[in-house]
């Protein structure tokens, strides 16, 4: 028995242990947990993504894809109401603030938006109104119609969005530099803003976007818009997917759109890295009044002119 007990005592000392393969089975370890920690994120990503679809998809049966070789063009909305709200309500009354068609090259990771100022007069059922009661007298087939009478364009897409929604999406990226041209001021009176470059928060974002108390109006509001949608892409090109499922989740209460979530995720990503490209267009043309009511007449020639540069 002694013998046995010092022969395995020597067995002991001549059998090391095993540290290299330790290692090896840590750092295994640590692999498929990322590669799990991937997996569902990816997975929890899908799950949200379906519930999104529920929840703000707006979708048509007969509505045809988008086709992968051409333009894309979305009618982006907003509005000072709930868009989730049926849409008897959301018509009520309500006229949409700002219009603005997109025109969206995923090739060529190019977007030209074109702005529409609120006040532009159109041809409507009722007679010639101002663009934006459009949604109010006719809904979305009446608004999409009237844009594309307008612009020559096709509407592929729409996407509206609340006040509310546009202010959460913002919070969510961490917000929006952005050069304040002048003392800017929310209705409410809850926010003032000084000129200088600022990082905007949600709320203060919302200032910018919406102010028009100024000798030009709804224009100087549109140029403002523009230069916003600037700084906004300038971010968002900086974000990865999961920062813009955030900031989809947040707006996810306030938004509607007949997209589907893989559309706005191709389109999302098209128009990120540094390759990207945005132009910023205004309807053009001049104040009018008519019985004492100011409109923007829209220069028919040179908005063409516009459209032409868009396509090519």
């Known amino acids: 028995m002694a013998y046995q007990g010092k022969t395995f005592s020597k067995q002991v000392k001549q059998v090391p242990k095993p540290k290299p393969k330790r290692k090896l089975r840590v750092g295994r370890l640590l692999l498929i947990s990322l590669l799990f920690l991937v997996v569902m994120s990816l997975v929890g990503l899908a799950g949200y993504g379906f519930f999104l679809e529920r929840k703000v998809i707006d979708r048509v049966d007969s509505q045809a894809p988008l086709a992968d070789d051409k333009p894309i063009h979305v009618l982006l909305i907003g509005i000072d109401r709930d868009p989730n709200s049926p849409e008897e309500l959301r018509r009520l009354g309500m006229n ?4 603005i068609l997109a025109r969206i090259d995923t090739t060529k990771k190019k977007a030209s938006l074109l ?7 159109v041809q409507l059922p009722t007679g010639m109104e101002k663009i934006n009661a459009a949604y ?3 809904g979305m087939d009446r608004l999409k ?4 009478e307008l612009t020559g364009l096709p509407i592929d897409r729409y996407l509206m969005l609340d006040f509310q929604g546009f202010a959460k999406g913002i919070d969510a990226i961490g917000g929006v530099e952005f050069e304040v041209d002048k003392e800017l001021f929310d209705p409410e009176g809850t926010v003032k803003l000084s000129p200088g470059k600022k990082q905007l928060n949600g709320k203060e974002a919302l200032t910018v976007v919406r102010f028009r108390h ?4 709804d224009i100087a509001r549109v140029q403002r818009q523009q230069r916003f949608v600037e700084a906004y892409m300038a971010r968002m090109r900086a974000t990865n997917v999961l920062d813009w499922m955030s900031s989809l989740r947040q707006m996810s209460d306030s938004l509607r759109t007949d997209m589907s979530i893989s559309e706005m995720g191709k389109l999302a990503t098209a128009l990120q890295g540094e390759e990207a490209s945005f132009t910023t267009q205004t309807v053009p043309g001049t104040f009018l009044d008519v019985y004492g009511i100011s409109y923007w007449k829209y220069d028919e020639a040179k908005l063409r002119e516009i459209v032409l540069k868009m396509k090519n």
């Open 96 to 99: 949409t603030d700002t219009l």
């Open 115 to 121: 702005s529409i100022p609120r006040d532009t007069r």
């Open 136 to 138: 109010a007298i006719g």
């Open 145 to 148: 119609q009237t844009v594309q």
């Open 214 to 217: 100024e000798e030009m109006g």
